[in-house]
């Protein structure tokens, strides 16, 4: 064994040979594919250690105008999680001055807080900033004994470095590109389904001349976009049930003509419920405006929703207009609302034609997605 | 062409979650000749229909508000149905073997894309494949 009195090997790498050549060029191969810093600091550290037979290597980032000691590999326990100013310890300095330092002996050199090592084996170090054009980090390396640190050895550090440096920029570049490509597909499928929410309204379209098919095309296709507007803005899927009904039937309603009555006020919607509503809402109103309470001044519609157990119950009640009559076919109201039973909700979901007027009740999907 | 029952037409299981696009699909599947089993809007009422009859072919919608048609996939395999995905997803993007898979129909599905389908099952159904 070493003692600190000793002259340490001048050329550990030399010496040792081939052994470290494969070391050093595993460490770089598992660098080039790391994903993560966590993983770059696992392979980083123990890997110089080794290298250059210290007792224990650090690996410190850069934290604001902190060093955060955020990985190590030693013989006892030095700093791991801890927090220093940069001003106040030598990897602060390795970072400011952007260059590698060496201090053979800790206790006669001032820019150690001999505080901070007082508890810790340490007697001589190495340190060498991760990035020296802007550093993000520092590596050290410690010795438990007093010791000249050779040139090759700081540079051996500093590759070390300088290789951990180019990982982190290469890992933080592939999440980006991850980033970058889940946000493209889920665009691609986003807008695939919007085309075929649309193409479905097309195909369930119908009218009588060119005008009338245009006119009741469009106002679905409103309908489906002003869905998506209230998605959009609700960007957790959360939305305020009343303001969410409120702009969905504000193209058919004046005044005093709607009367909300929401019992709950957020509520969780995905997309694809919020669209379900919104088409449902829009053929009732079209409906409604067409033949029922809102073709009239004096005709009122009240809205009530309901968050229950299972889904949303929404109910739709006509009173003032003219007498209503069941439609000689289904229209798309009709079969939307017949359909919601495909959910399974167990609500009602009916529309009776009342002397006072249309009423329909209806349970929708609610919260899951 | 088909090799299809006696008044022509394939029992087809249809899984799809969104109420507009499950009428639609409907409506077209039964415009070709077939008739359809569901709409099951989740895994669990598909499981339900598949309780009581075993259909000829199946048509599967991928996300059920936040549940998966893997399932039900799996069940069809088991039992020798026929089926597609019918999803937004391009087929390397299913997380779920059941579903990767198997033949992916691509929304939105055009009026061929779903009769060539249809024709599929039918030959599927047929034991022609």
Not at chain 1, 178 to 202: C, E, P, Q, S
Not at chain 1, 347 to 368: F, H, N
Not at chain 2, 19 to 45: F, N, T, W, Y
């Amino acid at each position: 064994m070493e003692t600190s009195e000793q002259i340490p090997r001048r050329f550990p790498l030399v010496a040792r040979g081939a052994d470290e050549t494969e070391t050093f060029v595993a460490v770089i191969r598992r660098l080039s594919r790391a994903q993560s810093v966590k993983e770059i600091m696992a392979v980083a550290a123990p890997a110089a250690r080794q290298l250059l037979a210290a007792d224990g290597i650090t690996f410190v980032l850069r934290d604001g105008n902190r060093c955060h000691y955020a990985d190590e590999d030693a013989i006892s326990p030095l700093w791991k999680g801890k927090r220093f100013p940069m001003q106040e310890c030598i990897s602060g300095w390795c970072m400011m001055h952007r260059r590698a330092t060496a201090i053979p002996d800790i206790y006669q050199d001032r820019r150690i807080p001999e505080d901070a090592y007082r508890p810790t084996f340490v007697r001589s170090l190495a340190m060498a900033p991760v990035n020296k054009d802007a550093p993000v980090g520092a590596m050290g390396a410690y010795w438990a004994e007093r010791r000249q640190v050779a040139s090759n050895e700081l540079d051996l550090l500093q590759a070390m470095a300088d290789a951990a440096s180019l990982a982190i920029s290469n890992a933080e570049l592939r999440s980006k590109d991850g980033a970058a490509d889940h946000l493209r597909r889920d665009n691609a499928h986003r807008i695939k389904n919007i085309f075929t929410m649309a193409l479905a309204l097309v195909n369930q379209t119908s009218g009588g001349n060119v005008e009338e098919y245009k006119k009741a095309l469009t106002v679905r296709l409103s309908a489906l976009e002003r869905a998506h507007a209230v998605m959009f803005e609700a960007e957790t899927g959360t939305v305020n049930l009343p303001n969410m009904l409120n702009q969905l039937l504000a193209p058919y309603t004046s005044g005093d003509q709607l009367c909300l009555q929401c019992e709950t006020d957020q509520v969780l919607l995905s997309a694809q419920e919020a669209t379900d509503l919104a088409l449902i809402l829009n053929e009732l109103a079209s409906n409604a405006i067409k033949y029922g309470a809102l073709s009239i001044p004096e005709g009122q519609v009240t809205v009530s929703c309901r968050a229950e157990a299972r889904g949303l119950r929404l109910s739709w009640r006509e009173r003032g207009g003219p007498k209503v009559e069941p439609p000689s076919r289904a229209g798309l109201g009709t079969k939307l609302i017949g359909a919601i039973a495909i959910h399974d909700l167990g609500g009602e979901a009916d529309i009776r034609y009342a002397p006072s007027g249309l009423e329909c009740d209806v349970m929708l999907p609610l919260g899951k997605g | 062409m088909s090799p299809q029952a006696e008044d022509g037409g394939l029992r087809i299981l249809l899984v799809e979650d969104e109420v507009l696009l499950a009428i639609d699909m409907q409506e077209r599947v039964e415009q070709l000749g077939h008739s359809v089993l569901g709409p099951a809007g989740s895994s669990e009422k598909a499981h339900q229909l598949l309780d009581g009859e075993t259909p000829d072919g199946a048509l599967l919608d991928v996300n059920l508000l936040g549940d998966s048609s893997a399932s039900v996939a799996r069940r069809l395999a088991r039992k020798g149905v026929p089926c597609f995905v019918v999803t937004a997803y391009a087929q390397g993007e299913l997380s779920e073997a059941a579903l990767r898979d198997l033949p992916n129909l691509q929304k939105p599905v055009s009026d061929r894309e779903l009769e060539e389908a249809c024709c599929c099952l039918a030959k599927c159904a047929a034991g022609e494949e």
